[in-house]
């Protein structure tokens, strides 16, 4: 059996003219002698009548503080329906197609409500009904716990789904549908001249996405990885290629080549964070006092990103919706921190970068070239970091993919 899993995103399967799309794709692999598997997100986007966004809104605007555990239930819903829109659309069809909630797919998660990790596919049920010649249509972005708890796998999480369905059934490609023809060097959103990257290594996809690239999610790149399973990001309406995520040269003999990274594979931005300066006099508490503020948001669950610790201060940054949350811990603790809110990262990503001479040179001239202030920045061999105001994080986007030639 030829396996393949085709994902769905929510604008794909958004409506009947989008879903004839997603018919079409899926009858395209039945007649090229695929078993099909399909995983589908909730229909549409924030403010449709089906979307997650639009559950979470009409629970949350009774109480702030619904529990993780009922969330999960409610979140899970809009996947059901989705699945359940495209089994009636492939029967319509001709397609025999059968739908399975996460859970009945054998997808085995922990307990941790909205943003669950997945311990274990059992794929044996889907595998049943493939057998049986039926497209298997999962519905994406959520799983089980061993005590039959449903969970879901955090925003952006059907991708996770897909990924773990295509390792545990050995699949011969993921693909990941969407509303773009691929991924890009930059999100086309912002930049009109992004260029879809064909071939790229889980590595480069991977730190782009952990960036903000949200075409796809991080961790389901790193699932396929595991297996050196392909993934394929395409457009659900166009017939183009799109990017192919793997290790091994296409065309060549497996084995026989591998690709590398690239140098500059993109640029992803991620807005709406907050950074926080607490300035340390006491040169001999310093050890102390830095142990004391990470401690402290570790205790509160706050997550902590782009850490600075300079000579005479401490320098980190959190999402936008927690920086109260995070002030008030530290203003407990006897701290005084300073912030400033509506800030962007934005991050230039590849793995050859650290052999770019003047890569850094080349960043602030272009950044300064269209007025950005850089108000705090960081590299690793694979990213360099800068973080902007929000209002400047389009044009330092913009400059950088210009500077760095990225587009077509
Ligand atoms: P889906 O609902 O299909 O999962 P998403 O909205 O999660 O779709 O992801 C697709 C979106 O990701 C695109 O519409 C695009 O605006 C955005 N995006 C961000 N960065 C990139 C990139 N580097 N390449 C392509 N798309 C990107
Ligand atoms: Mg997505």
């Not at 023809?181 to 991977?206: F, H, Q, S, W």
């Not at 340390?280 to 401690?295: A, G, H, M, P, Y």
């Not at 920045?377 to 209002?391: C, F, G, N, P, Y």
Request: charged share 20%.
């Amino acid at each position: 059996m030829r396996i393949l899993v085709q994902k769905f995103g929510g604008t794909s399967v958004a409506n009947p003219e989008t879903r004839t799309k997603v018919a079409a794709k899926i009858s395209e692999a039945v007649s090229q002698g695929y078993s099909p598997v399909v995983v589908v997100s909730a229909i549409g986007r924030a403010g449709d009548p089906y979307a997650t966004d639009t559950f979470i809104k009409m629970v949350s605007s009774i109480y702030s503080e619904v529990p993780k555990r009922e969330m999960d239930l409610l979140m899970s819903c809009g996947e059901v329906i989705s699945g359940t829109v495209m089994v009636s659309t492939l029967q319509s069809l001709g397609l025999e197609a059968v739908l399975f909630t996460g859970g009945q797919a054998g997808i085995v998660t922990n307990d941790c409500f909205g943003d669950a990790r997945i311990i274990r596919v059992q794929p044996e049920k889907i595998l049943s009904q493939l057998e049986e010649g039926k497209v298997v249509i999962v519905t994406g972005f959520q799983g089980m716990t061993e005590d039959g708890q449903i969970t879901t796998l955090g925003r952006g999480g059907s991708d996770t789904s897909a990924a773990a369905i295509g390792v545990a059934l050995n699949a011969e490609a993921i693909d990941i549908y969407t509303d773009v023809e691929g991924i890009m060097t930059a999100d086309p959103r912002i930049v009109e001249d992004a260029k879809i990257l064909d071939v790229v290594t889980y590595n480069d996809i991977c730190h782009l996405a952990h960036q903000g690239a949200k075409v796809i999610h991080p961790r389901a790149v790193e699932i396929a990885m595991q297996k050196n399973i392909p993934l394929r990001v395409k457009g659900t309406f166009t017939d183009a290629p799109g990017t192919l995520v793997t290790n091994i040269q296409p065309d060549m003999e497996e084995g026989s080549d591998v690709i590398g990274d690239r140098i500059i594979a993109g640029i992803a931005h991620t807005p709406n964070v907050t950074q926080i300066k607490i300035n340390i006099q006491n040169e001999d508490q310093k050890t102390q006092s830095v142990k004391k503020i990470f401690k402290g948001m570790a205790l509160a669950d706050i997550s902590v990103d782009f850490i600075s610790v300079q000579p005479e201060a401490v320098l980190y940054t959190v999402r936008d919706e927690i920086a109260n949350k995070a002030a008030n811990i530290l203003r407990n603790m006897g701290f005084e921190p300073e912030t400033l809110s509506s800030c962007a990262k934005v991050a230039l990503v590849g793995g050859g970068i650290a052999d770019l001479p003047g890569v850094m040179a080349n960043l602030v001239e272009a950044l300064a070239e269209s007025d950005v202030e850089i108000l705090q920045s960081a590299d690793s061999h694979t990213t360099i970091w800068v973080l902007v105001r929000k209002e400047h994080m389009v044009s330092a986007v913009q400059s950088l993919h210009k500077k760095f030639q990225l587009g077509t």
